[in-house]
């Protein structure tokens, strides 16, 4: 069964380094997310992308984290300058049809990156 | 954005008894999903509901598509140990899925 894959599955990193997470959607997926979920918290979204652009991006994405899609299967998530506050699990998702009203969208995860920052 | 309240925040339960968890949402959702959460591991989807009124059932899971849009439930019977876990609503809105608040399961055996 086709899924979602993340690398690496825990990453510990120094305050104010630059970590980057590394996601493999579903093969015939077009929509593609990061999500957030600090310990014991509910699951907070990040950024969605389609079409090689941000389609939506929440306050907690701001200048210290980027998106790319370097190649036809990768998906990362850039965290520069890395703070203890980001210290969470981070989801990547993805799905064949747009979140969006109208659409019927599933949305499947990978298994998550812990990101623990010392 | 969307409000997806989720409830009974937590629920302790003896194995082999039903459960019933719901999600309300302060707007209208086309879709529902129901997402049940391991410890350390990533969201699984359990069940998609598309249509209002709508009913499906996922072997021992049931989940319904409130009439109005604005909530959905999620019933699970004869509840066995490996139940245990977080269960989410999740429903797509914008250019994201929001996510309920979710429903702690604890089943005692």
């Known amino acids: 069964e086709p899924e979602v894959t993340q690398t690496p599955s825990h990453q510990v990193t120094q305050m104010g380094q630059e970590v980057i997470l590394r996601c493999v959607p579903i093969?015939?997926?077009?929509?593609f997310y990061w999500y957030r979920q600090i310990l014991g918290q509910k699951v907070e979204f990040l950024v969605s992308?389609?079409?090689?652009?941000?389609?939506?991006k929440s306050e907690i994405f701001d200048d210290q984290f980027s998106v790319e899609r370097p190649d036809g299967s990768n998906f990362t998530l850039k965290i520069r300058s890395t703070k203890l506050e980001d210290s969470a699990m981070y989801f990547c998702?993805?799905?064949?049809?747009?979140?969006?009203?109208?659409?019927?969208?599933?949305?499947?995860f990978g298994e998550g990156s812990r990101l623990t920052v010392l | 954005g969307q409000q997806l309240n989720q409830s009974p925040q937590s629920m302790f339960i003896q194995e082999g008894e039903d459960v019933s968890m719901n999600c309300t949402s302060s707007?209208?959702?086309?879709?529902w999903l129901w997402y049940k959460q391991d410890p350390g591991e990533g969201p699984v989807l359990l069940i998609a509901?598309?249509?209002?009124?709508e009913l499906t059932s996922n072997g021992r899971l049931t989940a319904q598509f409130g009439i109005t849009r604005k909530d959905s439930f999620l019933n699970i019977s004869a509840s066995i140990p490996s139940d245990v876990g977080i269960y989410f609503c999740?429903?797509?809105?914008?250019?994201?899925?929001?996510f309920g608040t979710g429903t702690s399961l604890t089943v005692i055996p």
């Open positions: 707007s209208i959702f086309n879709t």
């Open positions: 999740a429903g797509p809105a914008g250019n994201q899925f929001y």
């Open positions: 998702a993805s799905s064949d049809h747009r979140g969006r009203a109208g659409n019927t969208g599933e949305l499947f």
């Open positions: 509901l598309y249509k209002a009124g």
């Open positions: 992308f389609y079409n090689n652009e941000i389609s939506e």
């Open positions: 093969s015939n997926h077009l929509y």
